[in-house]
């Protein structure tokens, strides 16, 4: 077998990697289009090349910030979507790629590299590579849906000003607007979307029957569990599933210890 190459992917790629995507993850063209369309926006990728076919590819989310970090808010590129040929792996090239991910990711600006492993025991995997560690830690909740409070679904611009004004004195991560947007399409792909209810707002999708609340973010936080009891009811689940930091809870996000402070307000990611 030949060498395999990693480079930087260009347009011409994207039906290639759009194939890619869904054979290893299986989510829908719908989806992987709308990630697809803003991508030149939200970031860049990485791609392998072997017998000039493209056999691995990995995206670099670039130009969010963590604002309250520091008097500049530092940038960070946050690394996903890694994936490989079933064909191909046990070659290096999720190793090339997460490596060529990172250094595209600098080059944009970002001073901070992140990711979300897949699952638990992928966390020594992106150790090993980047050296990044788990900074940050949630905790997962389930409840019954009952519409308790009135809905309201918001544009992706409409969400931001909310976020910002409830986060404003909150170490947090502010996204790009194509970021932002993404996550609306993708929960909206998903029979979600973006809403306010009561004292909070939160992004919401529906999987398996249940709405998987991405983010809740309220004012008053003994609302959480009603706020997402309401949403969840407002997009037809019968439970709903959500998650709040927690310094002692599971896993979240990986970076280089120290990075990212261990309150930071981060909730909204690609996985």
């Known amino acids: ?30 989806l992987i289009g709308s990630f697809m369309a803003l991508l030149q926006d939200m970031g860049t990728a990485a791609v392998a090349e072997l017998n000039g076919s493209v ?13 309250g970090a ?24 999720g190793r090339e790629l997460t490596l060529r991910c990172a250094e595209l990711a600098r080059r944009r600006g970002a001073e901070v590299i992140c990711t979300l492993p897949a699952e638990e025991s ?20 389930e409840l019954p849906c009952s519409a308790d ?21 909150k170490c947090h991560m502010h996204p790009s607007n194509p970021t932002l947007e993404f996550q ?16 909070g707002i939160c992004s919401a999708y529906l999987e398996n029957g249940a709405a998987v609340i991405k983010e809740l973010i309220t004012s008053v936080p003994g609302d959480a569990g009603t706020i997402a009891a309401s949403v969840g009811a407002f997009i037809g689940a019968e439970r709903a599933v959500y998650f709040l930091p927690d310094v002692s809870g599971e896993v979240y996000l990986a970076a280089l210890p120290g990075s990212i402070p261990p309150d930071c307000v981060w909730n909204i990611s690609f996985d």
């Open 184 to 199: 609306r399409r993708f929960c909206k792909a998903l029979g979600g979307g973006l809403y306010a209810c009561g004292s």
């Open 122 to 141: 992928l966390y020594g995997w992106y150790r090993d590579v980047l050296g990044v560690e788990c900074v940050l830690r949630r905790r997962r909740f």
């Open 55 to 67: 056999v691995g590819a990995a995206y670099v989310i670039a130009g969010m910030e963590l604002i």
């Open 1 to 30: 077998m030949n060498k395999y190459t990693v480079r930087e992917y260009r347009r011409s790629d994207i039906p290639a990697m759009t194939a890619l995507w869904q054979g290893v993850f299986g989510d829908t063209e719908e």
């Open 70 to 93: 520091g008097a500049r808010p530092p940038v960070c590129g946050y690394i996903y979507a890694v994936a490989v040929d079933p064909a191909c792996r046990r070659l290096g090239i």
């Open 149 to 169: 409070e009135g809905v309201m679904e918001l544009s992706s611009t409409e969400y931001m000003l909310w976020r910002e004004s409830m986060l404003r004195d």
